[in-house]
């Protein structure tokens, strides 16, 4: 394992496999479920090439408001440690390019799509690389950006006013080359903004993005009580305004997978066999949320007094 300062607040972690064991192969845009502590899992993007098959690197930001991964990985974990982790897994993949690939990102938003760049650039393709940070301090990888070889390919933006960069981006997005693909990544405003300006001119199915939260949309709308009733293993359980389906299931011994716990990962996506949920994820596509029959249990709920679940 090494250790990095990227930036303020922005430590990288190169891992590798115990005992030098090999890792599993990913892909641009994976990430990694990262155990922190028992009962306490984050997930972090793979950000280096996935050419490079003996390690996985993942840049953690220090969150003010942390819930204790990005704590733990900043203040606790030293080279040699041993931690565990799961196989990668991709919500968010790279496409094969069949036109120029843009890449738009902010702050530690920057780390899916320096695994999409890295690869993008080993294939010859055409792509670009939008970085938005307040400040070269505050920018991860500048230096791993800044050469030569990335000449002409990524352009870095430092604590630009949100007029600026809404005329940057209508600049950059007013015209779709044909075939072209635009990924971002970021805070859920920045993310916001970009898909706006997109939306004119980039048909849905070229733009992708990844969230890291659910963002305000999990404490949104009302958040009454209901039922969900266990259509195979039988049973049915209260879960109160501030408690969420996979807590009470939990706690009624009914084994449930979850790991994000903000929507985001789709760990805990459960079947609804009945009942209207009320969504409340970024994981699901607007197509998915609206048909109806699959919910995930972490953060979304229900807009019936009963919900069916097919557990």
């Known amino acids: 394992m090494a250790i990095r300062e990227e930036a303020i607040d922005i430590k990288s972690f190169e891992l590798v ?11 641009p845009g994976s990430h990694i479920d990262v155990h922190v502590a028992p009962g306490l899992v984050r997930q972090y993007s793979l950000c280096n090439a996935p050419s490079e098959t003996d390690c996985y690197r993942i840049a953690v930001k220090r969150e ?5 991964g990005s704590s733990f990985l900043h203040s606790s974990l030293c080279v040699g440690d041993v931690i565990e982790i799961g196989a990668p897994r991709n919500n968010f993949a790279l496409k094969p390019p069949r036109g120029p690939v843009l890449l738009v990102g902010a702050g530690i938003g920057v780390t899916p799509l320096l695994s999409m760049a890295l690869h993008l650039q080993e294939e010859g393709a055409a792509y670009s690389l939008h970085y938005f940070t307040r400040s070269i301090a505050h920018t991860a990888f500048h230096s791993l950006l800044s050469e030569r ?11 630009t006013e949100p007029d600026a960069v809404r005329a940057y981006l209508r600049r950059l997005l007013w015209n779709r080359p ?3 693909e635009l990924y971002l990544c970021g805070p859920r405003p920045f993310m916001d903004l970009v898909e706006s300006t997109a939306a004119s001119t980039w048909p849905p199915d ?8 659910a963002g305000t949309a999990a404490l949104a709308g009302p958040r009454d009580s209901f039922i969900i009733r266990l259509a195979r293993t039988g049973g049915e359980h209260l879960v109160g305004a501030d408690q969420t389906i996979a807590g009470v299931l939990r706690d009624a011994g009914v084994a449930i997978e979850t790991s994000c716990e903000q929507g985001v990962c789709g760990t805990c996506l459960t079947g609804v066999l009945s009942g209207v949920p009320d969504h409340r994820d970024v994981f699901l596509t607007d197509e998915e949320q609206a048909a109806g ?6 953060v979304s709920r229900a807009k019936t007094a009963v919900l069916e679940l097919d557990i």
């Open 293 to 298: 029959d699959k919910i995930m249990c972490c």
């Open 149 to 159: 070889r990335f000449l002409g390919r990524v352009d870095f933006h430092y604590a």
């Open 206 to 213: 070229s733009v992708h993005l990844e969230y890291f939260s």
């Open 17 to 27: 496999g115990a005992d030098e064991e090999a890792l599993p192969l990913f892909t």
């Open 64 to 68: 003010s408001d942390s819930r204790g």
């Open 178 to 180: 044909e075939g072209a």
